[in-house]
Protein backbone atom coordinates (compact mmCIF):
# COMPACT_ATOMS: atom_id res chain seq x y z
CA UNK A 1 0.00 0.00 0.00
CA UNK A 2 1.30 3.51 -0.83
CA UNK A 3 0.33 6.92 -0.93
CA UNK A 4 0.46 8.49 -4.70
CA UNK A 5 0.93 12.23 -5.35
CA UNK A 6 -2.84 12.89 -6.81
CA UNK A 7 -4.10 11.15 -3.24
CA UNK A 8 -1.89 12.92 -1.08
CA UNK A 9 -2.48 16.11 -2.67
CA UNK A 10 -5.80 15.47 -2.27
CA UNK A 11 -6.03 14.48 1.27
CA UNK A 12 -3.82 17.71 1.25
CA UNK A 13 -6.17 20.37 0.08
CA UNK A 14 -8.66 18.81 2.30
CA UNK A 15 -6.47 19.13 5.66
CA UNK A 16 -6.75 22.61 4.69
CA UNK A 17 -9.53 22.80 4.17
CA UNK A 18 -10.47 21.81 7.67
CA UNK A 19 -8.16 22.80 10.16
CA UNK A 20 -8.81 25.78 12.64
CA UNK A 21 -6.42 27.97 13.43
CA UNK A 22 -6.28 29.79 16.69
CA UNK A 23 -3.74 32.64 18.13
CA UNK A 24 -1.97 32.64 20.65
CA UNK A 25 -3.00 29.50 21.63
CA UNK A 26 -1.77 27.98 24.45
CA UNK A 27 0.57 31.08 24.60
CA UNK A 28 1.12 34.54 22.85
CA UNK A 29 2.34 34.31 19.82
CA UNK A 30 1.96 30.27 19.19
CA UNK A 31 -0.22 29.62 16.08
CA UNK A 32 -2.31 26.35 17.27
CA UNK A 33 -3.72 24.10 14.58
CA UNK A 34 -6.25 22.66 15.85
CA UNK A 35 -7.57 19.39 13.74
CA UNK A 36 -10.91 18.82 15.56
CA UNK A 37 -12.59 19.40 12.98
CA UNK A 38 -10.97 17.66 10.44
CA UNK A 39 -11.11 14.48 12.95
CA UNK A 40 -14.71 15.18 13.15
CA UNK A 41 -15.17 14.99 10.19
CA UNK A 42 -16.23 10.95 8.80
CA UNK A 43 -14.78 11.90 5.45
CA UNK A 44 -12.27 13.77 6.70
CA UNK A 45 -11.38 10.83 9.17
CA UNK A 46 -11.37 8.20 6.94
CA UNK A 47 -9.08 10.23 4.45
CA UNK A 48 -6.21 10.96 6.72
CA UNK A 49 -6.94 7.31 8.35
CA UNK A 50 -6.20 5.68 5.09
CA UNK A 51 -3.36 8.16 3.63
CA UNK A 52 -1.32 7.91 7.28
CA UNK A 53 -1.94 3.76 6.81
CA UNK A 54 -0.48 4.00 3.48
CA UNK A 55 2.77 5.18 4.77
CA UNK A 56 2.86 2.08 7.20
CA UNK A 57 4.43 -0.94 5.08
CA UNK A 58 6.05 -3.51 7.22
CA UNK A 59 4.62 -2.70 10.34
CA UNK A 60 3.07 -5.04 12.53
CA UNK A 61 2.22 -2.28 15.68
CA UNK A 62 1.24 1.49 15.91
CA UNK A 63 2.55 3.76 18.42
CA UNK A 64 -0.39 6.45 18.68
CA UNK A 65 1.10 9.67 20.75
CA UNK A 66 -0.71 11.21 23.35
CA UNK A 67 -3.48 11.97 22.58
CA UNK A 68 -4.59 12.71 19.21
CA UNK A 69 -1.94 10.43 18.25
CA UNK A 70 -4.37 7.55 20.03
CA UNK A 71 -7.17 8.61 18.00
CA UNK A 72 -5.42 8.16 14.69
CA UNK A 73 -3.04 5.73 15.85
CA UNK A 74 -5.67 3.09 16.37
CA UNK A 75 -7.57 3.82 13.45
CA UNK A 76 -4.58 3.01 11.81
CA UNK A 77 -3.60 0.12 13.63
CA UNK A 78 -7.42 -0.74 12.90
CA UNK A 79 -7.10 -0.21 9.13
CA UNK A 80 -3.57 -2.33 8.98
CA UNK A 81 -4.86 -5.56 11.05
CA UNK A 82 -2.21 -4.93 13.55
CA UNK A 83 -2.43 -3.31 17.63
CA UNK A 84 -1.90 -0.33 18.72
CA UNK A 85 0.47 1.21 21.74
CA UNK A 86 -0.35 4.12 23.83
CA UNK A 87 2.62 5.90 24.13
CA UNK A 88 1.34 8.16 27.14
CA UNK A 89 1.87 11.45 28.84
CA UNK A 90 4.37 10.88 32.03
CA UNK A 91 2.29 10.14 34.78
CA UNK A 92 -0.90 8.31 32.86
CA UNK A 93 0.51 4.53 33.39
CA UNK A 94 0.98 2.71 36.36
CA UNK A 95 4.56 1.77 37.39
CA UNK A 96 6.75 0.24 36.23
CA UNK A 97 6.92 2.29 32.95
CA UNK A 98 9.82 3.38 30.48
CA UNK A 99 10.08 7.00 30.30
CA UNK A 100 11.80 9.92 27.75
CA UNK A 101 11.52 13.27 29.09
CA UNK A 102 12.18 16.30 25.94
CA UNK A 103 11.31 19.98 25.35
CA UNK A 104 8.82 21.02 23.93
CA UNK A 105 7.77 24.39 22.29
CA UNK A 106 6.96 25.93 25.42
CA UNK A 107 8.11 23.75 28.40
CA UNK A 108 9.06 20.18 28.89
CA UNK A 109 7.53 17.25 29.16
CA UNK A 110 7.46 12.99 29.76
CA UNK A 111 6.40 10.44 27.51
CA UNK A 112 5.96 6.73 28.90
CA UNK A 113 5.65 3.41 27.76
CA UNK A 114 4.27 0.00 29.92
CA UNK A 115 7.41 -1.75 30.97
CA UNK A 116 5.41 -5.22 31.55
CA UNK A 117 2.73 -6.65 29.87
CA UNK A 118 3.41 -5.30 25.98
CA UNK A 119 6.89 -6.75 24.44
CA UNK A 120 8.00 -4.81 21.71
CA UNK A 121 11.61 -6.02 20.98
CA UNK A 122 11.50 -6.76 17.32
CA UNK A 123 8.43 -5.06 16.32
CA UNK A 124 8.68 -3.20 13.42
CA UNK A 125 6.77 0.33 14.96
CA UNK A 126 5.24 2.83 12.66
CA UNK A 127 4.63 6.50 15.44
CA UNK A 128 1.67 7.93 14.25
CA UNK A 129 0.86 11.75 15.38
CA UNK A 130 -0.94 14.85 14.25
CA UNK A 131 1.29 17.27 14.35
CA UNK A 132 5.50 17.61 13.71
CA UNK A 133 6.24 21.08 14.89
CA UNK A 134 9.68 21.20 17.31
CA UNK A 135 10.64 17.43 16.98
CA UNK A 136 10.80 16.89 20.51
CA UNK A 137 7.71 13.94 21.05
CA UNK A 138 8.40 12.29 17.94
CA UNK A 139 12.21 11.73 18.98
CA UNK A 140 11.58 11.22 22.38
CA UNK A 141 8.89 8.82 21.42
CA UNK A 142 11.23 7.26 19.00
CA UNK A 143 14.04 6.84 21.39
CA UNK A 144 11.81 5.14 24.16
CA UNK A 145 10.39 2.81 21.69
CA UNK A 146 13.86 1.53 20.21
CA UNK A 147 14.99 2.09 23.52
CA UNK A 148 12.46 -0.93 24.16
CA UNK A 149 13.57 -3.12 21.65
CA UNK A 150 11.15 -1.65 18.67
CA UNK A 151 12.47 -1.26 15.49
CA UNK A 152 10.54 2.05 14.74
CA UNK A 153 10.16 2.02 10.79
CA UNK A 154 9.11 5.40 9.83
CA UNK A 155 6.61 7.90 11.28
CA UNK A 156 3.98 9.29 9.73
CA UNK A 157 2.03 13.05 11.01
CA UNK A 158 -0.97 14.88 10.01
CA UNK A 159 0.63 18.07 9.68
CA UNK A 160 3.75 19.36 9.56
CA UNK A 161 4.83 22.88 10.54
CA UNK A 162 7.77 23.03 8.65
CA UNK A 163 9.22 26.73 9.76
CA UNK A 164 9.99 24.74 12.95
CA UNK A 165 12.63 22.11 11.85
CA UNK A 166 11.09 19.00 13.13
CA UNK A 167 12.04 16.80 10.43
CA UNK A 168 15.43 18.02 10.75
CA UNK A 169 15.35 17.37 14.95
CA UNK A 170 13.99 13.95 14.28
CA UNK A 171 16.75 12.57 11.16
CA UNK A 172 17.27 9.92 10.46
CA UNK A 173 14.12 9.04 11.39
CA UNK A 174 12.16 8.92 7.96
CA UNK A 175 8.41 11.27 8.45
CA UNK A 176 5.90 11.12 6.04
CA UNK A 177 3.55 14.12 6.36
CA UNK A 178 0.17 14.91 4.70
CA UNK A 179 -0.17 18.48 5.22
CA UNK A 180 2.77 21.22 5.70
CA UNK A 181 2.53 24.77 6.18
Request: overall charge negative; hydrophobic content about 50%; glycine content about 12%.
Amino acid sequence: MSLDEGRLAEVSKLIASMTREVADFPEPGVQFKDLTPLLASADGLRAVTDALAATADGADLVAGLDARGFLLGAAVATRLGTGVLAVRKGGKLPPPVHSATYQLEYGKATLEIPAEGIDITGRNVVIIDDVLATGGTLAAAARLLTDGGANVTNAAVVLELTALGGREAVAPLAVSSLHTV
